[in-house]
């Protein structure tokens, strides 16, 4: 069985390290990480990716998550693609939902299982 993968956007390489290990350890899933939108967009366009967690704001250049859930959602071929925010703060996460993304989580809680259960739907197990 091929694990299912996720796209791991704009994180800092720790939070990085947290989300692929929660993700491995509890769904078998391969997490594949992209710094810029440009780089995302591209994986994206070449499929198999379950879902996309993306970072409030860039660690490598701080460009903001919210404007490429919005990017991607605007784009008829990858408005479809699985999207939550990675945020502590609540006005982000709302900010996310209200342009097509699904209930994201915090930083606060990776691994633990708040962040568990928001990608249980995507990932199984």
């Known amino acids: 069985m091929t694990a299912k993968r996720v796209l791991s956007v704009g994180q800092c390489r720790a939070d990085h390290s ?3 290990w929660a993700l491995r350890s509890e769904f078998d899933a391969e ?16 499929g198999g990716f379950a879902l996309v967690l993306v970072n409030r704001v860039f660690d490598r250049d701080g460009s903001s998550g919210l404007d490429f859930i919005r990017r ?13 925010l990675v945020s502590n703060y609540a006005d982000a996460q709302k900010a996310a939902e209200q342009a097509g993304a699904a209930p994201g ?3 606060d809680v990776l691994g633990r299982p708040e962040m568990l259960e928001r990608v249980r739907p995507y990932l199984g197990g």
């Open 105 to 107: 989580f915090g930083k």
């Open 72 to 84: 991607l959602k605007a784009d008829a071929a990858l408005a479809g693609q699985p999207v939550l």
């Open 31 to 46: 997490v594949v990480a992209a710094s810029s939108a440009d780089e995302a967009e591209k994986l994206l366009r070449g």
């Open 18 to 20: 947290g989300i692929s």
